[in-house]
């Protein structure tokens, strides 16, 4: 799926075959058109209806119109907004997606609303919006299976029909790994961190991964600033996983590699262990046998971190 801007000639015309596939992706959609009330006759609609549309929308500022090729085939075009006109509203949005009916069920929305988030997710927005219309219950069924979710509800600008509002969160992608050190008597060493965002909770030692790092080295690396420790490696992978949350305002989606090794029970320790505790916002550690984990009433990431080093250990004994 390629995504490309719109192109205008100097008098901001359509070239002429462009403008012939625009027109029949549009036709395509006759449902939607009724319900929109875009076009004067959804049963007819003719290129220089289309024409003058999208010449408007690429002439207004912050908006952008989006063409969507697969396999050289035009099969959607997407209009995004840089911010809503109402100043209240922080989000971009989403103005319209619309598929070539013949490509429908094809997955072609889906992959241009993942492409449209990770553009304004990597240009710093958290959240993205959109609105549907009330009197439109599958494009409702769309969004939400994206993970868009209904905040409100107003009438829309152009012709006033009721609408629902959804929002979606842009995550920013973070990749991290720790490890769990596992002395002989089965307590694992955890680190309790408290911040503002996300509160008091317990987690292993580790972190982000910087550019071009493995996982494995990433987990080495952490383990060491954070332990001061030099004589272990991480084991087999645990498990992985990805959670949501938030620092300084910004939500954080990491997805994380966790690794087992066993280790002797012992404090961390190094000259500068004070420092890179400050700067990662660990307040303290502790080794937790298994038993007090199982039960612990603060937060611990991965919150079934007992259960998987159980699994973990038997898989090991009986092989």
Request: glycine letters at 10%; one cysteine or more.
């Amino acid at each position: 799926m390629i995504l490309t801007a719109l192109p205008l000639a100097a008098d901001h015309d359509i070239p002429g075959p462009l403008l012939t596939e625009l027109t029949a992706l549009y036709a395509s959609n006759r449902e939607f058109q009724a319900l929109s009330g875009d076009f004067p006759d959804p049963h007819d609609i003719r290129p220089e209806q289309v024409a003058a549309a999208l010449a408007e929308q690429a002439a207004t500022d912050g908006v952008e119109v989006l063409l969507a090729r697969s396999g050289g085939r035009l099969v959607g075009v997407v209009i995004t907004l840089a911010r809503h006109p109402d100043p209240a509203d922080p989000d971009p949005w989403i103005g319209l997606l619309m598929v070539d009916a013949a490509e429908h069920g094809q997955g072609h929305g889906r992959r241009i609303a993942e492409q449209i988030e990770e553009r304004f997710r990597a240009d710093g927005r958290n959240g993205l919006r959109l609105a549907v219309l009330d009197a439109n219950p599958k494009g409702l069924a769309f969004w939400t299976a994206l993970g868009y979710e209904v905040i409100g509800h107003r009438p829309d600008r152009q012709h006033g029909c009721p609408c629902a509002v959804l929002r979606k969160l842009l995550p920013r992608l973070r990749r991290a790994a720790r490890v769990a050190v596992v002395d002989p008597g089965g307590s694992v060493l955890l680190f309790r961190y408290v911040n503002p965002d996300v509160g008091a909770h317990w987690a292993l030692p580790g972190g982000g991964l910087e550019e071009g790092e493995s996982p494995r080295e990433g987990a080495l690396r952490e383990l060491r600033e954070e332990t001061g420790w030099n004589d272990l490696e991480p084991g087999p992978l645990l498990c992985t996983w990805e959670h949501d949350f938030t620092r300084s305002d910004v939500v954080i989606r990491q997805h994380e590699h966790i690794y087992v090794t066993p280790g002797p029970h012992r404090e961390p320790a190094g000259p500068d262990l004070a420092a890179a505790h400050a700067a990662d916002g660990i307040l303290s550690w502790r080794w937790w046998p298994r038993r007090e984990l199982h039960a612990s009433a603060e937060p611990v990431w991965p919150s079934d971190l007992a259960r998987l080093l159980d699994e973990h250990e038997a898989t090991h004994r009986t092989a």
